[in-house]
């Protein structure tokens, strides 16, 4: 298999950058998931599995190694008083440099139609903000996407081929970068959020991944040996 496309989202569920090159290190790829939007009245950070609305913006970094949001309607702004306003809600756009602190998320318990999800609180990861501490870079093939539209999944690495399921318990090269393949990724209602780009609300996404594939799609790495990686390069056990 060889990388086909490389993603990073410098915002975590806002829509992300599409790469030809990237450096890889201990937290995933350079600038990936380095910011995150939190409630300041909860104190949760948002995701798009509660905040649908979040992945019609996008997190881009700039020349200067900062971020910026562009939000639906084209504005560019970091300002709190700005996204708050958009989101219709108090919020704060923190670094994750600056949030050394645990930081909790909402994830629904149960797989259900619009307002029937009920609600739980988990812990998610230091450093970056992922999800979860043992997944800092993800990959996908074309062969285990099919018809489905790559984006529903925001891997960083997606692959040309198939079998990264295999991989599992593998310790892999990706152009200079040596990754350890350590779980498959547990998928939620994420992926069955709308998006730009003619991306609709499909409920029988991630219905599917569960009645096929065990609620799972997507293999998780974490970065023992720093390295770049590029679009073209071939991914091979070690």
Known sequence: MRVQELWRYPVKSLQGERLDAVDV????????????????????GLT???HPDLLFASG??????????VLPDG?????DAVLSDWLGRPVSLRSADAERGPRQYENPAVVGEDAEYD???????????HDSSRIRVSLVSTGTLGTWDRRRFRANVLLDG???DDLVGST????TAVLDVVKPVSRCVMVTRPQPGGIA??????KTIHRQRGGELAVGALVPVPGRVAVGDALARL
């Open 25 to 44: 290190g201990p937290e995933g790829l350079t600038g990936d998931r380095q910011w995150a939007l939190f409630d300041a009245s909860t104190g949760f």
């Open 201 to 206: 609300r499909d409920n029988g996404v991630l």
């Open 60 to 69: 881009r970094m700039r020349a200067d190694g900062r971020v910026e949001v």
């Open 119 to 129: 609600w739980d609180a988990f812990e998610g990861a230091r450093g970056a903000f």
């Open 48 to 50: 798009a599995r509660r």
């Open 172 to 175: 892999v090269r990706l152009g």
């Open 75 to 79: 504005t560019v702004t970091v300002d």
């Open 162 to 164: 198939e079998g990264e």
